[in-house]
């Protein structure tokens, strides 16, 4: 008797390997799988610019000069902010705000994926006029400034699309994977959240047939949608996935998207991830300190075993 629905994920492009260069970029379930990734002990790059939505955002990280002056701004607590980014990059000044910026910036450049993860979780955007001939500018976040200094704006299919291939064409030694988060945005009406992912799947759709070498679609949103229906899956806000839906998820991605070596690292490191997390009574103690130095030994020759440096 067949009790789920199986999604059919495609494989990728590439298969996913232990020396494998991978950043992800996008809303907060990107950082989400991005971070399993990391537990997983693989590395990744994960939101270097903190937690954007949708794909004119991502695109104006790239498009515009961080060392803007126009892009920061102060607010009533005297701590400064980037139009561009969240509010993970707050400081105490415009010239501190704007160093980690660049530094973000530079962080991706140096790292040169050559696999790139993009989850879009909306089309929606803002805008805030700058005044006087200048165009508005699109922010990735709105600090939770008045509703009037912005203006709410929605991209239309061939807008997603052209923003998403100007990112593409950005990194053009990467395949890029594209995903779209599951969360739920009631605020637009739950009518409203089915149309404006079903632009993004319209617009990601495009992208894969105009870029068939480099981009391919990994269905995170189909998997909650239909494998994942029932509301167990879901947080307390019935909006946002359970952390046994990313776990889950995480497990469908890492049995299609990563090769065989990978999957066999991820097999032995296990046992050591759970050792790295135990938390004994008394730190101090001789027992404690002789099982932190056997799990350190044990760490030391699964990566010799696989010849990962760290």
């Given at each position: 008797?067949?009790?789920?629905?199986?999604?059919?994920?495609?494989?990728?492009?590439?298969?996913?390997?232990?020396?494998?260069?991978?950043?992800?970029?996008?809303?907060?379930?990107?950082?989400?799988?991005?971070?399993?990734?990391r537990?997983?002990?693989?590395?990744?790059?994960?939101?270097?610019?903190?937690?954007?939505?949708?794909?004119?955002?991502?695109?104006?990280?790239?498009?515009?000069?961080?060392?803007?002056?126009?892009?920061?701004?102060?607010?009533?607590?005297?701590?400064?902010?980037?139009?561009?980014?969240?509010?993970?990059?707050?400081?105490?000044?415009?010239?501190?705000?704007?160093?980690?910026?660049?530094?973000?910036?530079?962080?991706?450049?140096?790292?040169?994926?050559?696999?790139?993860?993009?989850?879009?979780?909306?089309?929606?955007?803002?805008?805030?006029?700058?005044?006087?001939?200048?165009?508005?500018?699109?922010?990735?976040?709105?600090?939770?400034r008045p509703?009037?200094?912005?203006?709410?704006?929605?991209?239309?299919?061939?807008?997603?699309?052209?923003?998403?291939?100007?990112?593409?064409?950005?990194?053009?030694?990467?395949?890029v994977?594209?995903?779209?988060?599951?969360?739920?945005?009631?605020?637009?009406?739950?009518?409203g959240?089915?149309?404006?992912?079903?632009?993004?799947?319209?617009?990601?759709?495009?992208?894969?047939?105009?870029?068939?070498?480099?981009?391919?679609?990994?269905?995170?949103?189909?998997?909650?949608?239909?494998?994942?229906?029932?509301?167990?899956?879901?947080?307390?806000?019935?909006?946002h996935?359970?952390?046994?839906?990313?776990?889950?998820?995480?497990?469908?991605f890492?049995?299609?998207?990563?090769?065989?070596?990978?999957?066999?690292?991820?097999?032995?490191?296990?046992?050591?991830?759970?050792?790295?997390?135990?938390?004994?009574?008394?730190?101090?103690?001789?027992?404690?300190?002789?099982?932190?130095?056997?799990?350190?030994?044990?760490?030391?020759?699964?990566?010799?075993?696989?010849?990962?440096?760290?």
């Open positions: 008797m067949k009790l789920q629905t199986q999604v059919e994920i495609p494989t990728p492009l590439r298969l996913i390997g232990l020396r494998s260069r991978i950043a992800f970029v996008g809303s907060c379930f990107a950082k989400h799988i991005g971070h399993k990734m537990e997983s002990g693989l590395p990744a790059l994960v939101n270097p610019f903190g937690v954007l939505y949708n794909p004119q955002s991502i695109l104006e990280l790239f498009r515009q000069d961080p060392l803007n002056d126009a892009l920061y701004f102060k607010d009533a607590d005297d701590r400064w902010h980037c139009w561009l980014t969240d509010s993970s990059f707050n400081a105490s000044s415009r010239e501190a705000c704007k160093a980690g910026v660049v530094s973000a910036r530079g962080k991706l450049v140096e790292w040169n994926p050559d696999t790139l993860i993009i989850t879009l979780g909306t089309n929606r955007y803002y805008v805030r006029p700058q005044g006087g001939a200048s165009e508005a500018l699109t922010v990735g976040n709105c600090h939770k509703q009037t200094e912005f203006e709410e704006r929605a991209l239309s299919v061939s807008e997603c699309v052209e923003a998403l291939e100007q990112v593409c064409s950005l990194f053009p030694r990467a395949q994977i594209m995903t779209v988060s599951p969360y739920r945005y009631s605020k637009y009406g739950f009518h959240s089915r149309l404006s992912k079903a632009t993004l799947l319209l617009a990601v759709d495009e992208v894969c047939r105009r870029r068939p070498s480099q981009v391919c679609y990994f269905p995170a949103y189909e998997i909650v949608l239909d494998e994942l229906r029932d509301y167990r899956f879901y947080g307390s806000d019935m909006l996935p359970s952390p046994q839906a990313i776990d889950y998820i995480w497990e469908r890492s049995e299609h998207s990563l090769d065989s070596e990978t999957q066999r690292y991820l097999y032995d490191f296990a046992p050591i991830r759970k050792a790295l997390l135990h938390r004994p009574e008394d730190p101090t103690s001789a027992a404690a300190q002789r099982f932190n130095e056997q799990t350190q030994q044990q760490l030391r020759a699964l990566l010799t075993k696989y010849n990962i440096e760290l």
